[in-house]
């Protein structure tokens, strides 16, 4: 299984954009990124997921790389409500488990 | 649409003992996954099925089983309990459409093994 690198921590503003980088070097032709975060005290929730172009939805954007070796998770404007343990997942072929790294703990300062 | 549910969700058993924690579905969905979360190995992935199969499989001991049955409904077992098991059993179902799927996972069951 392809792995992903991303920060251990990072610290935003309420209403101020976010950038969550994530680093997938041996990512394969068919492998999509996911993003999954996960509330204190709850379950993960998905958040986007891609292959090659940009994607939008009303939680966030998900920005690939021309060379899919990196993708950029954006939150437009960060609410206290976004402070959570954010998951790049690489997903390809016919397998459905999703392998976990270490995610990043994002900060939410009012 | 309900989401996933998952019963217990708290649970404290001894040593030694034997557990079965149930997961329903999101109405429609016949993939159910689940997943181990601790503080030292993060969340991990045990096995899932899919019409009644397993599918796909993790790391763990043959202490830990599951099943699914015909309405998608998921059991997984853990029998003679240690210590280490205590941790957070998550569950998914999810609903493929075309190449990949998105994963909806439940609040989860609290295991504390004493």
């Known amino acids: 299984d392809a792995k992903t690198t991303q920060p251990n921590s990072m610290e935003s503003n309420e209403e101020e954009p976010v950038h969550l980088p994530c680093n997938h070097s041996?990512?394969?032709?068919?492998?999509?990124i996911h993003w999954y975060r996960q509330l204190p005290s709850q379950g993960p929730e998905y958040v986007i997921h891609?292959?090659?172009s940009n994607v939008n939805n009303r939680m966030a954007s998900l920005a690939i790389a021309e060379d899919r070796k990196s993708s950029t998770l954006i939150l437009h404007r960060a609410t206290l409500r976004d402070a959570a343990v954010y998951y790049c997942?690489?997903?390809?072929?016919?397998?459905?488990?999703?392998?976990f790294g270490t995610g990043t703990l994002l900060a939410v300062q009012p | 649409k309900a989401g996933v549910t998952q019963t217990p969700r708290y649970l404290i058993k001894t040593r030694g003992q034997q557990v079965t924690l149930s997961c329903s579905p999101i109405s429609g969905h016949r993939s159910v996954s689940w997943y181990q979360q601790t503080p030292g190995q993060g969340l991990q992935f045990l096995f899932e099925y899919f019409s009644e199969t397993q599918r796909n499989k993790g790391n763990f001991p043959g202490r830990f089983s599951g099943r699914q049955f015909s309405n998608s409904r998921s059991e997984m077992n853990v029998s003679t309990l240690e210590l280490g098991d205590s941790a957070l059993y998550l569950c998914?179902?999810?609903?493929?459409?075309?190449?990949?799927?998105?994963?909806?996972f439940g609040p989860g069951t609290r295991l504390t093994v004493l």
């Open positions: 997942i690489l997903r390809g072929g016919a397998t459905n488990k999703l392998i």
């Open positions: 891609g292959l090659t």
């Open positions: 041996t990512i394969s032709g068919t492998d999509y």
């Open positions: 998914a179902s999810s609903l493929w459409t075309g190449d990949t799927d998105t994963q909806y």
